[in-house]
């Protein structure tokens, strides 16, 4: 990218930050925590003075039975719910059209978002759309165009993790697989339900995509340019705690203790990445899963370490702070960080993750390079920017 393009995005970054930290409050949800806490929700929504929540999830959960405590709980407590289950991995527009006509249809007063982040992204934008019935999906994409007023939004997440319990996000597809990202304070769900016992069910090959969709999320917020005090922190804890204890996970998902603390450093990373936002990775994941239906954190995490090499010296620094939370020795900043990089290929072939993309073809090279420079230029704030010849060359890089 030349000089003026890279001032052009980088002037855009700081704009965003100021304004955003200016006129954000940044309020966390608030956190119902603990082995079981699913269980304690009726009795919260009811003490706060809801009775008709629309419960938004996807069918293998329903299969599942993991919504049991949750409708008993509920009948105990003497109130009744409208179901929506019919969420599909990557929520499409129509997903969130039969959601509100269930939340209209049964005069709803509040939504439980209960799933992964495919449930969880449907039931805010049908909160969104409830609150806002004359704008469209399409018209809310981007920053800050979802409008106030939705109703309370409570979220359930039962995968460690996208962190969309907390983040201001939600990512839609919409026509011709392409992702609509939104970006709004407004969706943030005001209280995250993060109950370990949903994931203890969660299968190897679920465990681990989710697991290093949130490793992205804290890496690619502790390398960006938009970071806090307090973004910092939370990316390089969540870090520290995905080291530790997804191998654990992985191959033993029983364990309540290693899940509890996934589900927290996804929380983390979803706090961290929501203020400091995504970067490269994402923009591609979001591009390449879209289009060739890949899981998003299996996108994210074939992409990561190619990206991260990619950005070399120019976040040398912020990767040997992560490789020290990681736990990874290394005798000065450059070699922390190529061990960093070369840990995070380790993880993902130790898990099944492949190391390049066996669907990516160059035909579709021109589509997937205009969609992502749709979504990462200006916005991301990322540590190297790229042009549309450098986003080529990483496609031909990433393919099998
Ligand atoms: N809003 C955000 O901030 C944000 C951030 C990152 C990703 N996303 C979006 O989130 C979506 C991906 O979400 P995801 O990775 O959590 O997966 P998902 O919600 O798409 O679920 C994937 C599969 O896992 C199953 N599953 C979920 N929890 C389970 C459990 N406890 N036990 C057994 N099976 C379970 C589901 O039934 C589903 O079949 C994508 O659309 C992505 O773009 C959003
Ligand atoms: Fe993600």
Redesign the pocket.
Known sequence: MNRLQTAYCRAYQKVMKAGSDLIFTWKEPEIIGGAGAVKNLAKIIKEKGFSKPLIVT?P??MK?N?LAGLFESIEAEGYSYALYDQVV???TIENIEAALKVYNDNACDCVIAF???????CA?IAAARAAHPDKSVEKMRGMLKVGKGLPTIFAVP??A????ET?I???ITGANHT?VTILDPAIRPPYAVLDPE??L???PF?TA??GL?ALT?AVEAYIGKSNTKNTEAKARQAVNMIYKYLPVVYEDGKNIEAREQMLLASYYA?VAF?QAYVGYVHAFA?AI?GMYGI???SACATILPEMLKYYGYTCSKQLADLADEAGIQGKDETCKAKKFIKSIQDLNASMGIPARFEQLEEKDFNELADRILAEANPLYPVPKEMDRNDVLRMLKHLKA
């Open positions: 996807d293998g959960l599942l993991l991995p990557n929520p799933g992964g982040g495919s449930s969880m992204d805010k039962t995968t993790g996208t962190g969309s983040t996000a939600a990512v992702k949903l994931t069910g969660l299968p679920i995509p989710t969709d999320h979803g929501t979001h899963g899981a998003h954190g």
